[in-house]
């Protein structure tokens, strides 16, 4: 049965209630196993939640892999590892035809499926293999499936990618192509530790191992979350500043702010605009609440877009990210489409 | 859900009342000095008076339909307005989701909703606003006088073109000149009263002076007419009444000669008068014709020309009062007007002293010293009776004119010798003016020289000294 696009009702609370627990415990999990990052599990959940492709990006030794390993461990799903390198071949990811003699003698090829036939998938430095390997992710990434020698096999459900890149480390690197990058959901910076988590780390882990969970969700419990996921209600204003949002990451379009005419050469895709939309509904369910709001948007915007929007050299050389032109953006777009004239504002009531 | 509505559609109003207010402000201003522009141009430039002005007022309705329209067009729809609410008061899409579906449980969590706060920095508008109403008072205000430029607007000719349009009636009705030419000359004083400029009244002056300088040439020339007829019908009407009046007593030859004489000057005056000729009936002009006139068609004649004498005096008159004929015209035409019945009589019984008829006429009618070619002589009439005796006449005693005594008070000291002339032996005469001898400048002493006549009383002055 086809998923229907817009709802009838609301969720009813004890749904709602079910599968805001299921969430919460999960991030409860993983705080406790990975220390000090808090907002980052948040975003890692979501994008679980959204069954989106998470793309890692921090220096060495900054927790990427365990994070990733926990989640593995943690969703009680079958977890494969591997490690990119310029000379890894597409087969070694997807999986190749081998010609093997069965019993009666017969040579036959027969199908060695590769690591991507898993549930969750760590590429780890996925940019240091070349561009013909990356690429070999893309149709896994977005069907679902691998097609070789004219014949589609589909991954298990629930897939995902959990790619990892260290930015600093440009020699012996490719860059992942725009194509490439679109597919994953966001793209999260690992940032390092801070004194008082590195002193945690040290002082409560032996040689910084994480602990094992000490609870881990089933599969039915996952299918519980996604399908609450789907029942999240997206209101019109909500869904509306969503597409406002991402129309305004194109040059020259009338809700394009200054920075996004000066420093962006190519703007966001309509798949930007349905992470978006997916990701508000995994916020909202950790929020446990049943429709999606615009702090939602706000907080998925930035993790959703800033791979997304091309900058020009224009830009480089002025020093600007695209988080900083994201920003500018979230402020300068007022959400709700009240647009009253300049001189007119609406301010908060002060409290007596 | 009914508090929150209400708060939302209280939000919404106040959101409206702002803008309208916002707008109808900046269109105000736009409007006020528009309007103190028109009204300043207006009364400067054309002295409209301030009454007139108001209606200027009605202009600002188009401004006020206008901003109310564009003000409603810019309210926010009921949704953003939810939207907004929602988000400000974190109800995390709840607020907006009530639109679509059906909350149900969640209905309840909604709680009180706060509306937020509006704000409008208003300052620069309500100083430019500000400055456009005083701008419009002030141009409404300042009084007329100190609009410079429009003291010299309107040149007011309106009695000078009333004063002229009457003459030209006058003209019109007495038929000097005929409806045409007055609707010709009416037009132009209509045209010059329309165009009348304050800025250059050189022109319409000169026009007006142009149009009065023709129709005072007309009534002059109407004028004369009328002073050379009255002369003639007195001349006529005088000698057709003395011959009435003498009848018998003038010797035949004398009457005569006399009505010949008062048939050509009728036909003269039948000649140039029409109307004269239209009073007369036919029997009389026949008479007339064949100088065959008898004591009682004297009589009728002498009537009509008196009568027709009148008219044209009574014309002049009228000329005289509109101010297009001078006084001393129609004093001229009363002295031509009269005639000695008595004494063109009693020359015409005396066989008119013998003086021919013309002269007699000249002595007895009109004034003297108005002869012409045809008519009598041109000199003042000498009558005396006994000449005067010269003794014991005295002439006033007259002082003429010191030419002399002025030319000497007019002269001036231009030199004065310090030793006696000398006295040159041999010297030639003068010739010519002393003066012409004269040196100029240098300091030396003027030299005269003595005529030969003086010489021996020069010469006997220094001897006794």
């Known amino acids: 049965m086809a998923k229907k696009d817009r709802l009838d009702e609301v969720l009813k609370p004890e749904q709602l209630k079910t599968a805001a627990g299921l969430a919460k415990r999960m991030l409860e999990q993983l705080d406790n196993i990975l220390l000090g990052r808090p907002q980052l599990h948040q975003m890692v959940l979501v994008g679980i939640l959204s069954q989106g492709h998470i793309l890692l990006e921090g220096v060495p030794g900054v927790g990427k892999t365990a994070l990733v390993k926990v989640l593995g461990q943690l969703m009680n799903l079958e977890f494969k590892r591997v490690q990119f390198t310029p000379d890894l071949m597409p087969g070694d990811i997807l999986g190749t035809h081998i010609l093997q003699e069965d019993e009666s003698g017969k040579r036959q090829m027969y199908f060695q499926p590769g690591p991507v036939f898993t549930n969750i998938l760590l590429a780890d430095e996925i940019n240091r293999a070349s561009p013909k390997t990356q690429s070999a992710l893309l149709e896994a990434m977005q069907e679902r499936s691998v097609t070789l020698l004219g014949e589609t096999r589909s991954l298990p459900e629930p897939f995902f990618v959990l790619a990892s890149q260290n930015p600093i480390e440009l020699e012996g690197t490719y860059p992942l192509p725009e194509a490439q990058l679109d597919r994953f959901l966001f793209k999260l910076n690992v940032a390092a530790a801070d004194v008082d988590v590195m002193d945690s780390i040290i002082s409560t882990r032996r040689r910084g191992e994480p602990p094992m969970p000490n609870w881990s969700i089933g599969r039915e419990e996952l299918g ?102 994201i920003d500018d953006l979230l402020s300068a777009l007022d959400e709700t489409g009240v647009n009253l004239p300049a001189d007119v504002e609406i301010t908060e009531r002060m409290n007596e | 859900m009914g508090t929150n509505n209400r708060l939302l559609k209280t939000f919404r109003g106040r959101i409206a009342l702002l803008l309208i207010l916002r707008l109808l402000i900046r269109f105000s201003t ?56 929602d988000s400000r008061n974190k109800c995390g899409g709840l607020l907006m989701a009530g639109d679509e579906v059906d909350l149900g449980f969640w209905q309840g969590s909604l709680g009180p909703l706060n509306a937020p706060v509006l704000r409008w920095r208003a300052g620069k508008a309500a ?293 006696a002339p000398t006295v040159e032996e041999g010297l030639a005469p003068v010739s010519g003016d002393v003066l012409g001898q004269a040196e100029a400048g240098g300091g030396e002493a003027f030299r005269r020289t003595i005529l030969p006549r003086h010489k021996g009383a020069v010469k006997r002055y220094f001897e006794r000294k």
């Not at chain 2, 054309?46 to 009454?51: E, K, L, M, P």
């Not at chain 2, 048939?263 to 039948?270: Q, R």
Request: charged share 25%.
């Open chain 2, 30 to 85: 736009v409007f006020a000095f528009i309007l103190g522009m028109v009204i300043l141009i207006a009364r400067v430039g054309f002295a409209v008076r301030r009454s007139f002005l108001l209606w200027l007022f009605l202009g600002y309705l188009p401004f006020l339909i206008s901003a109310v329209v564009l003000s409603v067009k810019r309210i926010p729809s009921y949704s953003s307005l939810k939207a907004l609410l």
């Open chain 1, 224 to 325: 519980v979350l996604f399908d609450v996921m789907g029942k999240i209600f997206l209101p019109k204003p909500v869904s509306r500043y969503i597409s406002r949002l991402v129309a305004a990451t194109v040059p020259k379009t009338a809700e394009a702010t200054e920075m996004v005419n000066n420093y962006i050469s190519y703007g966001a895709s309509p798949r930007a605009a349905i992470a978006i939309a997916e990701a508000a509904r995994g916020c909202a369910l950790i929020a446990s609440r049943p429709t999606v709001g615009f702090e939602d948007v706000r907080a998925v915007t930035t993790a959703v877009l800033n791979h997304r929007i091309i900058l020009n050299y224009k830009a480089r050389f002025d020093g600007i990210d695209s988080f900083a032109v």
């Open chain 2, 127 to 419: 100083a430019v606003f500000t400055l456009a109403v005083i701008f419009v008072i002030v141009s409404f205000v300042v009084p007329q006088r100190y609009m410079k430029i429009a003291s010299a607007r309107p040149l007011n000719i309106g009695m000078d073109v009333k004063e002229l349009g009457e003459q030209i009636e006058t003209l019109k009705q007495e038929e000097i000149i005929t409806a045409e030419k007055a609707d010709e000359y009416e037009q132009k004083l209509e045209q010059l009263k329309d165009k009348a400029s304050g800025y250059d009244p050189v022109k319409t002056w000169e026009a007006i002076d142009h149009i009065q300088q023709n129709v005072k040439q007309e009534a002059e020339k109407a004028a004369m007419d009328a002073l050379s007829q009255t002369e003639s019908l007195t001349r006529a009407a005088g000698l057709a009444e003395g011959l009435y009046e003498g009848g018998s007593e003038i010797k035949s030859d004398v009457y005569s000669e006399a009505v010949s004489e008062l048939s050509a000057m009728v036909k003269g005056l039948l000649s140039e008068n029409e109307l004269l000729r239209n009073s007369l009936n036919p029997d009389l002009l026949s008479a007339c014709e064949k100088c065959e006139l008898s004591s009682e068609q004297l009589k009728q004649l002498a009537d009509a020309l008196k009568a027709h004498k009148l008219k044209l005096s009574a014309d002049l008159a009228k000329l005289c009062e509109a101010g297009l004929a001078d006084l001393k015209n129609l004093k001229m035409c009363e002295m031509l007007g009269q005639c000695d019945i008595e004494g063109l009589k009693a020359f015409l019984c005396q066989d008119a002293n013998s003086m021919c008829i013309g002269d007699a006429l000249s002595m007895c009618c009109g004034c003297p010293g108005r002869g012409g070619v045809s008519r009598g002589r041109a000199d003042a009439a000498m009558t005396w009776t006994e000449g005067s005796s010269e003794e014991g006449a005295k002439f006033k005693e007259q002082v003429l004119p010191a030419g002399s005594l002025a030319a000497l008070k007019e002269s001036m000291t231009i030199g004065v010798t310090v030793e």
